[in-house]
């Protein structure tokens, strides 16, 4: 695991990072606990049971397959952070959607590997055409045995879409 830190934020004295879940100083007591980054995703399901995958435009991992979603933001719920990443993803305003499970994951960007954990739900989607937003290349809906999973973005998606389809 890639921890950037190397002086204490309190007290600027060299530190070691503690078996990796923590910055422990031992000049100043200054402790902080590293938690995981919480994000959330959505398996889209249209009327004929396709699955909508996201083709990634930006790194990390540009150019592969990804449910729609991202990062919880501070003080937002993950519910609430669902609700805006795919109104800013596809433009569509989700009501409908149940819980499907939580998935553990690396996301990798700028030297630093975050440890995230994904928050995944389903929905179906009963309309035609969907426009996409700003950080995304295209959207494809895939039949659930066409799934690229050689080309999907990270573990957690692997994992979630390999439950969803049993
Ligand atoms: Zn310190």
Redesign the pocket.
């Known amino acids: 695991m890639a921890y950037p830190f190397k002086f204490?934020?309190?007290?600027?004295?060299p530190?070691e990072i503690g078996g990796k879940k923590m910055i422990e100083?031992?000049?100043?007591?200054?402790n902080f606990y590293f938690s995981p980054a919480s994000t959330n995703a959505l398996i889209l399901v249209n009327k004929n049971g396709e699955v909508l995958l996201t083709k990634r435009k930006f790194e990390p991992q540009k150019g592969y397959w990804d449910l729609p979603g991202g990062f919880v933001g501070l003080g937002e719920t993950v519910e609430q952070s669902l609700i805006r990443e795919i109104k800013e993803e596809l433009d569509l305003t989700l009501k409908d959607f149940t819980y499907f499970g939580s998935y553990t994951s690396i996301y990798p960007c700028r030297g630093i590997d975050y440890q995230t954990l994904c928050h995944t739900y389903v929905a179906n989607y009963h309309g035609d055409k969907i426009t996409v937003g700003d950080d995304v290349d295209e959207y494809v809906f895939f039949p659930k045995e066409k799934i690229p999973f050689d080309k999907l973005s990270f573990q957690d998606i692997k994992d979630s879409l390999k439950d969803f389809i049993g």
């Not at 204490?8 to 004295?13: A, G, I, T």
């Not at 100083?25 to 200054?30: I, K, S, V």
Request: charged share 25%; net charge positive.
């Open positions: 204490c934020p309190n007290c600027s004295k530190i100083c031992r000049n100043c007591d200054f």
